[in-house]
């Protein structure tokens, strides 16, 4: 019987299926719900020390839908880290510790660009007994005025400093959660190992405006009139996702043997899991899908995924994790695999740009495309 079970960087997860930082782990009583439902561990939303200078709007979620009005492909937030003070974190944490002994509870944090106010919430949180700490360099709305969230995670070299600023003082493993609003992940990947990271988290939302009102000609979320840019999540960034999970998957196979990575990005099925894993992720974190289906969603996610491991005779996540990478090569390769391919079974299909006929652009299209 194939088993769900997983270690990442020592912590021991009953699934890799993990809450990310975000509404779903906004307190002490909805981590205690995923818990409770078999979530394999939950990030908390992102804590500071200062959490008085963080102020929500309303509304505060925009939602791009598909053809059909109750299909939500697209989810838009301009929501900010916690509201809640650190005080009032500790004492949830702790609560939460105490009660799930045994389950992996990880502090999502943010500071600004000052190494004391860093060092100071490292050890204060570890006081608190969480097992792993996740830092949020990623955020892309709200905060980088204060030179906070993205504002880090955008330049590798202060990313990297001050996640050497975290690990030369914190005893958990730590994650750095990257932002995708970059032009390479590798880079901020590499300064992250580079740092002392025993892992990384990827991706986060990606910036977006989602749209703009036709009857009232003005953006969404529409907050006294106006907006401002915000993070886009949920189905349609998951090919986005894919792509830079196989990215930093390819930077620890070749230069980080043994570091860790949480894939992020549109999964809300057991399917959509294994095809990270496949990238080369340890774990997949979900938020938007908790927001969509509710926390009862890992349940089908685990039966999913256990399906697609028997199907193909996978006993453990580590017998497929990364199997697909060795199947993305060069467009150059795939050229000259593809000539010797038609080379055996003569030519087919269209063979350059001039054969393109308008009448049957669609069944050319078509007979172009898998899937």
């Excluded at 005025?145 to 003082?169: F, H, Q, Y």
């Excluded at 977006?208 to 993070?231: A, C, F, K």
């Excluded at 189905?235 to 999970?245: E, F, G, H, Q, T």
């Excluded at 340890?282 to 509710?294: L, R």
Aim: glycine letters at 10%; proline letters at 4%; a negative charge.
């Amino acid at each position: 019987m194939p088993t769900l079970e997983t270690t990442v960087d020592g912590l021991r997860l009953p699934n890799p299926f993990v809450i990310a930082s975000g509404p779903p782990g906004t307190n002490g009583n909805v981590i205690g719900k995923a818990f409770d439902e078999g979530w394999g561990a939950v990030v908390c939303k992102t804590i500071s020390l200062e959490a008085e200078k963080v102020v929500n709007v309303q509304p505060r979620y925009a939602r791009l839908r598909g053809r059909k009005s109750d299909e939500i492909i697209g989810w838009e937030n301009i929501e900010l880290i916690s509201d809640r003070s650190f005080e009032v974190w500790a004492e949830e944490l702790k609560a939460v510790k105490d009660k799930y002994p045994e389950r992996v509870l990880i502090a999502s944090i943010m500071e600004e660009y000052r190494q004391e106010a860093w060092v100071e919430i490292v050890q204060r949180c570890e006081e608190l007994g969480v097992d792993a700490l996740e830092l949020n360099f990623s955020c892309p709305h709200g905060l980088p005025e204060r030179k906070m969230g993205s504002a880090m995670g955008e330049d590798p070299a202060i990313l990297e400093e001050v996640a050497s600023w975290v690990n030369a003082v914190a005893t958990v493993p730590v994650w750095a959660k990257l932002t995708p609003n970059v032009t390479h992940i590798e880079d901020p990947a590499r300064a992250a190992f580079r740092a002392g990271c025993e892992g990384v988290s990827a991706i986060n939302t990606i910036r977006s405006v989602l749209g703009v009102n036709l009857d009232t000609l003005r953006p969404e979320p529409t907050v006294e009139g106006y907006t401002t840019v915000g993070g886009y999540s949920s189905r349609a960034v998951m090919p986005i996702a894919l792509r830079m999970v196989l990215e930093i998957g390819q930077v620890i196979r070749d230069e980080f043997a043994g570091r860790s990575l949480s894939g992020i990005g549109g999964i809300e099925t057991g399917s959509d899991a294994a095809q990270f894993l496949l990238l080369g992720a340890d774990t997949v974190q979900v938020c938007t899908g908790v927001m969509k289906y509710g926390y009862r969603l890992v349940q089908s996610m685990c039966e999913d995924l256990l399906v697609f491991m028997e199907k193909h005779g996978f006993e453990t996540l580590s017998d497929f994790k990364g199997h697909s990478v060795q199947y993305f090569t060069t467009h150059a390769e795939l050229v000259q695999r593809q000539a010797e391919a038609r080379a055996e079974v003569g030519k087919r299909g269209i063979q350059d740009d001039a054969q393109w006929r308008g009448d049957d652009f669609v069944d050319q299209s078509d007979a172009l495309a898998r899937g």
